[in-house]
């Protein structure tokens, strides 16, 4: 059993518990027999089944850190991130639908939730029954997510919300939106409350649905809120609570798409290796060339010391350790690395890299928006900055 330490950090464990690696293996074979397979058509139709999402609900993926008693797998962060891993592996638009899911959509309530909030909507989300999303973006916020203009008025026993909420995973499928509001422009930061929305309330409208450049089975809507009345047991936490909990719960987010990014690099070094031992050119596999061979070590290496950061600040976050910097760290180099891959992976399958007929083009595109989404790699820069000057 290997372990690694470093004084300033609890040490983890590098090696699965049983269950870990029986979850990775039926995470795997799911993901081999009934993701891969529809990964292509899933790009091109622009949609990930509902199916999948149910199937995802049955192995018990969709509310896979959720207690028992809420429905949930009650399993661990790590375990979380092996089937993270295993499921963008085989497609990054059926992937994100999961990530935004648990990361985004469940977590808001499960860390900050009252016991009343938790046992009513976490046992349908944890089953996958319902789907949650995330709205915090606007689309005049984006990184500076404290300027956001959506607005919460108190109303007797309901809130009233109006704005705009841009670029949310999962938005028009969701049956439950964790949706962000400023109620005292004044107070900035301090004005933010959190309040759980559902899909039914009056005065809530699915706008447009973007056309994307990857992830294209993924669902990316704007919501717009007009008049929209919430009830006041709605809000999770205190008013002015919202900003610290939108950013508590992208430390977590974060963590699953450097798993995503992980999934994705991987399914390029795979992919690529595949192509490069059956493909000929001047009378031997390209394999056996050493430009080839150099792109395949470094892609590997790349994605192992990715998974490693990912590891580390999934089990910090399971140790309830503060997890903010390995997040950042994890996400800003899994992306890095996952972008690097697949521009490799794309040359190493050279013309027919360039084909829709292959996958590589599609993790090319698939890979970018790791570098964007849940904070730009700008923004983890800045976060890992703060963390390493407050030192
Ligand atoms: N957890 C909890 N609280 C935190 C925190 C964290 N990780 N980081 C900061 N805070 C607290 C601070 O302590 C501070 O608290 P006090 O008021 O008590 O002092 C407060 O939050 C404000 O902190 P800052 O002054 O540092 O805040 P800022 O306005 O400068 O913003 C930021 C910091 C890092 C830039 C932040 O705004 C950020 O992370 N922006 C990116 C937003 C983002 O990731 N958006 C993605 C949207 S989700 C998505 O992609 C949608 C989807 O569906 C996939």
């Known amino acids: 059993m290997a372990t690694a330490t ?7 464990d590098l090696s699965l518990t049983e269950e870990q690696a029986l979850v990775q293996r039926t995470a795997r074979d799911f993901a081999r027999e009934k ?11 622009k949609k990930v089944p509902r199916e999948l999402i149910d199937e995802m609900g049955k192995l018990g993926f969709m509310g896979i850190d959720v207690p028992e008693r809420y429905g949930g797998s009650g399993m661990d962060r790590l375990t979380y991130m092996l089937v993270v891993e295993e499921i963008n592996r085989a497609c990054a638009s059926t992937g994100v639908a999961l ?4 990361s985004l959509g469940i977590e808001p309530i499960l860390l900050f939730g009252t016991d009343a909030q938790k046992e009513k909507w976490l046992p349908d989300l944890a089953r996958g029954q319902k789907i949650a999303c995330f709205a915090l973006s606007e689309p005049a916020s984006g990184s500076d997510a404290a300027a956001m203009r959506t607005s919460a008025r108190r109303d007797g026993d309901a809130w009233v919300l109006n704005g705009t909420k841009n670029f949310i995973t999962n938005g028009s499928i969701a049956e439950v939106a964790i949706v962000f509001a400023q109620t005292d422009p004044a107070l900035k930061h301090k004005g933010i409350a959190a309040f759980v929305v559902e899909k039914n309330t009056r005065g809530l409208v699915v706008g447009k649905l973007e056309n994307k450049l990857g992830i294209r089975g ?10 929209c009345r919430v009830p006041a047991a709605n809000l999770i936490g205190a008013v002015g609570d919202g900003f610290k909990i939108a950013l508590a719960t992208l430390d977590g987010g974060r963590i699953s798409i450097a798993a995503q990014a992980v999934g994705i690099a991987r399914a390029c070094l795979e992919d690529a290796l595949a192509y490069a031992k059956e493909r000929e050119a001047f009378g031997k596999k390209i394999a056996d060339f050493q430009a080839i061979q150099w ?5 590997a290496t790349e994605i192992d010391a990715a998974r490693l950061l990912t590891w580390k600040a999934a089990t910090l976050k399971d140790q309830g350790a503060p997890h903010t910097l390995e997040a950042a760290e994890a996400k800003l180099f899994a992306s890095d690395i996952a972008v690097k891959a ?44 703060e963390q390493v000057l407050a030192e």
């Open 295 to 299: 792109k395949l070590a470094d892609m």
């Open 99 to 102: 990530c935004t899911h648990v």
């Open 342 to 385: 697949a521009r490799d992976c794309v040359q190493i399958f050279g013309g027919y890299g360039y084909l829709a007929d292959f996958p590589a083009e599609r993790h090319y595109r698939d890979a970018k928006i790791t570098e964007i989404y849940e904070g730009t790699s700008e923004i983890m820069k800045l976060v890992i900055a």
């Open 6 to 12: 470093t004084t300033e950090s609890p040490g983890f």
């Open 218 to 227: 993924s669902d990316t809507a704007q919501l717009v809120f007009q008049d």
């Open 35 to 45: 993701v891969l397979p529809k990964a292509a058509e899933i790009d091109e139709h």
